[in-house]
């Protein structure tokens, strides 16, 4: 029988040591390979923890997605990946992606001042292509602007019903949990499934208010959309205290038994198609 020690990280990067594009502003000193992944997963989820996670494409390394397949590979009953694609990826490439376990692409929009591109014509075809193999567009942004951006991403997601994940809370600015986005994506729900990520919150503006941000988004997208993530290995805010933060997270979860089962691995079992037993 599944116990809340099962635990799915829908948040995580695998890459090579000094490996990036060549217009990447993080190049890692170091590897984080899948291995060191489920060792920190291990420490988290508890002794009889049974780690399933997401594998996302992190921004450093472009589109050249060959990293996280080949962890995908490795684990392909345990893990998913989100992939970051061209807008001009041909069906074909998608489709050896699906087959391979991707379930979604990432925008990471954090920093990039054309984001608005993802409303032209080459991001509509993409977004249809992603429609018919039943993907969804994980978004990051910077604080404060997550309101604005999906509501453009909406629009250009036309009448399809692709699910739209926002990352690390939907990074809302300094107004917190009356940020703008909270009342977009309750709009932008009524539309198309709405999913959300409590992960990394010390890249939040208020760190601390972790908590009040994953109340406010369990009466606005559901206690059935949430989502967790380690956001390992913390590129740029790398550290012990990370760990530990994530330990913090599973210990407040198992106080808030509406959150629990669902935000450790439920709704994640729903998403990302995985077979876990109830």
Do not use: N
């Given at each position: 029988m599944?116990?809340?020690?099962?635990?799915?990280?829908?948040?995580?990067?695998?890459?090579?040591?000094?490996?990036?594009?060549?217009?990447?502003?993080?190049?890692?000193?170091?590897?984080?390979?899948?291995?060191?992944?489920?060792?920190?997963a291990g420490t988290v989820g508890g002794p009889a923890a049974d780690p399933y996670g997401v594998v996302v494409q992190t921004s450093f390394l472009g589109t050249d997605n060959s990293t996280m397949l080949a962890a995908l590979r490795r684990m392909p009953e345990r893990l998913r990946g989100v992939a970051v694609v061209d807008p001009s990826a041909p069906p074909a490439e998608l489709a050896a992606l699906d087959a391979a376990g991707v379930c979604g692409i990432r925008l990471n929009l954090y920093g990039d001042a054309g984001w608005r591109r993802i409303d032209t014509a080459p991001w509509r075809t993409l977004f249809q292509r992603i429609a018919a193999l039943g993907w969804h567009v994980e978004i990051h942004t910077n604080d404060g602007d997550g309101a604005t951006v999906l509501a453009v991403l909406d629009g250009a997601l036309g009448s399809t019903t692709v699910p739209v994940v926002l990352d690390h809370f939907g990074r809302p600015g300094a107004l917190g949990v009356d940020d703008p986005i909270f009342d977009t994506a309750r709009a932008v729900g009524t539309r198309r499934p709405m999913w959300v990520k409590i992960s990394a919150p010390y890249r939040l503006t208020s760190p601390d208010q972790w908590p009040a941000l994953t109340m406010q988004w369990s009466q606005v997208a559901g206690a059935d959309r949430l989502l967790w993530g380690s956001d390992w290995p913390w590129t740029n805010h790398e550290g012990a205290a990370r760990a530990d933060e994530c330990r913090a997270a599973m210990a407040w979860l198992a106080q808030q038994p509406e959150l629990d089962e669902a935000v450790r691995w439920r709704n994640a079992a729903a998403l990302y198609g995985f077979a876990i037993a109830g």
């Open positions: 599944t116990t809340t020690e099962t635990l799915v990280d829908c948040h995580f990067h695998v890459f090579d040591a000094g490996v990036a594009v060549a217009s990447a502003r993080y190049r890692p000193p170091y590897a984080a390979p899948l291995a060191d992944w489920l060792s920190m």
